[in-house]
């Protein structure tokens, strides 16, 4: 029980701040923590869990702030801890980089490229 209250005490800490930095009303805040916590106790993933706490709490004011440096730092830290966390990186980028392009565009972008890709190779054949 301890292993997983650590844990779950620094998401909630790193939530709480979250929330009082976008000054969030309560009934929203039930709804972003309900993923956060589902995903936490109940399928145990307190990785995935540790490190979306992390970008929602420390990771997002960062970037906000223009604390580059500092981002790429905890954003390489995460990845130690969960390898899917060097998706991070790509709102900072899609930020330097000065493009309009939102993270889903992105991911859309990426899926037409691949089932292009598997329509050229049926082809082929």
Same mark, same amino acid.
């Given at each position: 029980? %301890?292993? &997983?209250?650590?844990?779950?005490?620094?998401? $909630?800490?790193? %939530?709480?701040? #979250?929330? @009082?930095?976008f000054k969030i009303a309560t009934p929203l805040v039930l709804v972003l923590a309900?993923?956060?916590?589902?995903?936490?106790?109940f399928t145990s993933a307190i990785r995935q869990g540790i490190v979306a706490a992390v970008y929602l709490g420390i990771l997002i004011p960062m970037l906000l702030e223009k @604390?580059? @440096?500092?981002?790429? #730092?905890?954003?390489?830290?995460? +990845?130690? &801890?969960? +390898?899917?966390?060097?998706?991070? &990186? #790509?709102? $900072?980028v899609l930020k330097k &980089?000065?493009? +309009?392009?939102?993270?889903f565009k992105l991911f859309r972008i990426l899926y037409m490229n691949k089932k292009i890709g598997k329509e050229n190779e049926r082809q082929k054949r």
């Open positions: 029980a %301890f292993f &997983i209250a650590c844990p779950a005490v620094f998401q $909630m800490l790193c %939530f709480a701040r #979250f929330c @009082k930095y309900y993923p956060t916590l589902y995903m936490t106790y @604390k580059y @440096k500092s981002y790429v #730092f905890v954003t390489v830290l995460c +990845s130690l &801890i969960h +390898s899917a966390s060097i998706v991070f &990186i #790509f709102p $900072m &980089i000065g493009k +309009s392009v939102t993270l």
